[in-house]
């Protein structure tokens, strides 16, 4: 796929800026410009996969590359609505295919039919693998602005992730689990500009730190009184996975012993599910077994700096041990439709992105963004 | 409000949603038992006084509303005696400046000169910019115009004087209109131009067309509209817009993503599982909307009981079954069915949605008639108690199933209903009215997508008189994106 736009030219055709029109009236021609010029990898079509894969196409970046080397089983019906029931059998992208360019025309896309090398020994502990990657396996990715990943494992997200620091490729990733689901962010260091109130007393007005992950490096301000226009450069430096792991910074953004005690259980538990893959659970009715996943969670719980106040919720350690790793479409749709927001919010660089986790939880409709 | 209505009277569970751009919400509504859609208050429609419209405008917005609600329905808009009368009054009621009522009064009676001028010309076609007529409106729109109102000294006191326009025809002689770009904004030469081959164009297509209605897909109008309006806010030293910016103002278009689309449409999927558990769905559903806040995507709250002062639903409501032939039902039959049903004391009003009386106990006439005679099914009866003791109720007219008993054709079935005490009559008063021009100002949306309505001066209290709002219409855009057009 490597070459980039034939026609290197900054501006959007008429064509383009009629077809993209109510999307450049929200977040403006230079950021569909960006996008425009933007190649992107997505790992895995997963049910979430889908729903990144039809955002990004409507959206219209430069070319999509999709990797996938599964079978499409009957399970993967429910979740994916570029297949159906006639194409079981075959390679999942292939299925696909067809109906994703249909989309739109405009998008280059290709599909990997299989897997790209993650580089380094597996191992079997959970501790980071700091091996040197391999060049080789560098050269498979080194070709895209950008990484999307879905339904991997701690061990192949912080394979993948080495990768792209290496590269210096932002990295997004994403899961889900019944009614619960995540979306980490990682991009390295990114800056956006953002616009100001003019009356605005924001700390963000001013050059200076804001907190451990971002800082305002630069205000601009132009015309007078009612016509000032204030434009802030925020700049925001992000962790690897394995630093959200043992990340400190809880405490940073949730200062009173009472905040941190009411952070969500479904925090822990979600990132003890990365200990998991599908495979554990496939053809299990019970799903997994929760006083495992329990413990694990207590264990991410200390690492994380939770208060010994800081309680377990049963009912939802039962929940997730039962729909860990199960696709739910409007799950996915939520949180693959918060993933390509932040995805554009990246490229377009005028509003802020998320740094770095979100947690959703549609049993109370709740999508907490903690910074890790 | 129409769905919202439906799900009132059928007390079924309504999931509302939408999205604008990168905001969005999810309603579950459990009717009467939760805040109905009408419950919250809607954005408040941006409205600007017709003097600013017409003879003092200070934004862009101004001279749009202005190029698209009155210029542009003047000059190619149908029945022109009538909307004349109209704007005569709104002009005369609303101001309390003699002398810039003669001004607009005046300026009206030669728009319509204007508009004949132009119909002239349509039997004529011509391709010429430098048509005479062209030359003519442009003095008066631009010029003449604006000079009698810089007589008004009163007007610019306070204010920044406009200057009139003046121009040559050369000046813009050189330029091309297909080389003009949508995205920066035209200069006074190129508003020129557009304004006249636009001009133009809308004038040889009255030859076949008898009237033309803004649209801002139909690049004719639109063109018109942009350069009308840069052109008055060059006189009234205000911004000049792009024509991809007035599109966006003067279509009221409304930024729509995928992004957000699907993640309204997950919520409002996986809100639905809430409505089947029972006895725990009302304290299980959370209504979702947009955050500001760095530490959530989504804000969630748990949903609140129904306003006190509500419209929608502080009314009980309800299906009313009758036979398939409104012609076997008298009214006298149905009267009696409600008291035997509700038990009401002694006497109830019986009228219909428009507010016509059908009965009550000095205004029998109507007892013996057919209900045929006055509505059919999906109308709705507004019911009251004569003695005030309980409070009104409304009825939606329908028809029996098919598969009912035999023999229960002929019978009225009344749905079950609380109905509450009776409440001030002042303030039933007041919602029935506040009712009423909702219900209306609900049917000009349908007519009126692009959401730009002129109310008309009768039915609005002094005030507000003879506004012209920009509605912010949230139910178009959850019809759209429903309906996926989007």
Redesign the interface.
């Known amino acids: 796929m490597a070459e980039t736009n034939n026609k290197d030219t900054s501006t959007l055709t008429?064509d383009e800026?009629k077809l993209y029109?109510?999307?450049i009236?929200?977040w403006g021609?230079e950021a569909q410009t960006r996008m425009r010029h933007s190649r992107i990898l997505v790992l895995n079509l997963t049910s979430i996969g889908v729903?990144v894969v039809?955002?990004l196409m409507?959206?219209g970046i430069g070319s999509l590359t999709l990797c996938d080397s599964s079978i499409l089983t009957e399970e993967d019906l429910n979740g994916n609505f570029f297949v159906d029931a006639s194409q079981v059998g075959q390679l999942k992208v292939d299925a696909a295919f067809d109906r994703i360019q249909d989309l739109n025309n405009r998008v280059k896309f290709s599909v990997l039919k299989e897997s790209l090398p993650l580089g380094g020994k597996l191992s079997t502990s959970n501790t980071a693998v700091q091996a040197n990657i391999d060049p080789e396996t560098l050269k498979h990715y080194q070709n895209y602005d950008l990484v999307i990943a879905t339904g991997l494992n701690r061990q192949q997200l912080s394979q993948l992730n080495q990768i792209t620091r290496n590269l210096q490729i932002p990295l997004y990733a994403s899961g889900g689990h019944g009614?619960y689901a995540y979306l980490f962010v990682d991009l390295i260091n990114h800056e956006s500009k953002i616009q100001l109130d003019s009356n605005s007393n924001s700390t963000k007005s001013k050059v200076g730190i804001l907190n451990s992950v971002s800082e305002i490096t630069n205000v601009e301000k132009t015309g007078k009184d009612e016509e000032l226009k204030i434009v802030s450069t925020l700049k925001n430096s992000y962790r690897t996975i394995d630093e959200v792991f043992k990340s400190n910074k809880l405490s940073e953004?949730y200062k009173s012993e009472k905040k941190l005690r009411k952070i969500t259980p479904v925090l822990p538990l979600i990132l003890s599910l990365f200990d998991y893959s599908a495979s554990d659970v496939a053809g299990k009715d019970q799903g997994l077994d929760p006083v495992v996943l329990k413990s694990k969670a207590e264990v991410i719980a200390k690492d994380l700096k939770l208060p010994e106040s800081w309680k377990i919720d049963e009912n939802v350690v039962g929940e997730l041990a039962r729909q860990a790793f199960c696709e739910?479409?409007?799950?996915?749709?939520?949180i693959?439709?918060?993933l390509?927001?932040d995805v554009?919010n990246a490229l377009g660089q005028r509003e802020?992105p998320?740094n770095n986790f979100?947690v959703?939880d549609?049993?109370?409709?709740?999508?907490?963004?903690f910074t890790l | 409000m129409y769905v919202n209505k439906i799900a009132l009277f059928t007390g079924v569970p309504l999931m509302e949603s939408g999205t604008t751009?990168?905001k969005g919400q999810v309603q579950p509504i459990f009717p009467y038992k939760t805040e109905c859609f009408a419950c919250l208050p809607k954005a408040t429609p941006k409205s600007f006084p017709v003097c600013t419209i017409r003879s003092t405008p200070s934004k862009p917005i101004h001279c749009i509303t202005w190029a698209k609600n009155f210029l542009f329905p003047q000059l190619f808009g149908e029945n022109d005696e009538e909307q004349h009368a109209a704007n005569q009054q709104g002009v005369s009621d609303d101001s309390d400046n003699k002398d810039e009522v003669e001004a607009l009064q005046k300026e009206a009676n030669e728009l319509l000169e204007l508009k004949r001028l132009i119909q002239a010309a349509a039997s004529k076609e011509t391709n010429s910019t430098d048509a005479e007529f062209v030359h003519k409106i442009l003095a008066k729109i631009f010029k003449e115009d604006i000079e009698r109102l810089l007589r008004i000294e009163t007007l610019w006191t306070t204010r920044a004087k406009p200057t009139p326009l003046q121009y040559t025809k050369d000046e813009y002689s050189n330029l091309k209109v297909s080389e003009l770009s949508?995205?920066k904004p035209w200069d006074k030469q190129a508003n020129l131009l557009q304004f006249s081959d636009s001009l133009i164009r809308l004038t040889n297509r009255l030859s076949s067309e008898p009237s033309i209605e803004f649209d801002k897909d139909d690049e004719d109008t639109l063109d018109f509209i942009v350069a009308a309006a840069n052109l008055r806010s060059y006189v009234f030293g205000i911004e000049i817009k792009s024509k991809f910016d007035i599109k966006?103002i003067a279509g009221n278009?409304i930024?729509?993503?995928?992004?957000?689309?699907?993640?309204m449409?997950?919520?409002?999927?996986?809100?639905s599982i809430h409505m089947f558990e029972g006895d725990q769905a009302i304290a299980?559903s959370?209504?979702?909307y947009d955050s500001a806040n760095?530490?959530?995507?989504?804000n969630?709250t748990k949903l609140d009981s129904p306003a006190h002062s509500c419209k929608a639903c502080s009314i009980v409501r309800g299906i009313a079954k009758l036979p398939t032939n409104l012609k076997q039902v008298t009214l006298a039959q149905f009267r009696q069915a409600l008291l035997e049903k509700y038990g009401y004391s002694d006497d109830i009003e019986i009228s219909t949605s428009d507010s016509r009386l059908l009965y009550d106990y000095d205004f029998e006439d109507n007892l013996e008639k057919p209900l045929s005679q006055f509505v059919g099914f999906g109308d709705v009866l507004l019911i009251s108690d004569s003695d005030e003791v309980l409070d009104h109720i409304e009825l939606y007219l329908d028809g029996h199933d098919n598969d009912l008993a035999k023999g229960d054709e002929a019978k009225i079935s009344l749905p079950e209903l609380s109905i509450p005490a009776f409440r001030k009559k002042a303030v039933v008063e007041e919602e029935k009215e506040e009712g009423k021009q909702e219900d209306n100002a609900d049917e000009q949306h349908r007519d009126n997508e692009d959401g730009v309505i002129v109310l008309d001066d009768e039915e609005e209290d002094e005030e507000e008189d003879d506004a012209i709002e920009i509605i912010d219409d949230d139910e178009v855009d959850i019809d759209k994106t429903k309906s996926g057009k989007?």
């Open positions: 008429a800026i029109d109510r999307q009236r929200l021609l729903e039809k955002n409507l959206a009614l953004f739910f479409q409007p799950v996915s749709a939520i693959g439709g918060a390509c927001q554009i802020i998320i979100v959703l549609t049993v109370k409709n709740d999508m907490p963004i | 751009g990168l949508d995205q966006q278009i930024p729509a993503v995928a992004t957000t689309n699907a993640i449409a997950g919520f409002s999927a996986v809100s299980n959370r209504m979702v760095g530490l959530k995507f989504v969630s989007y």
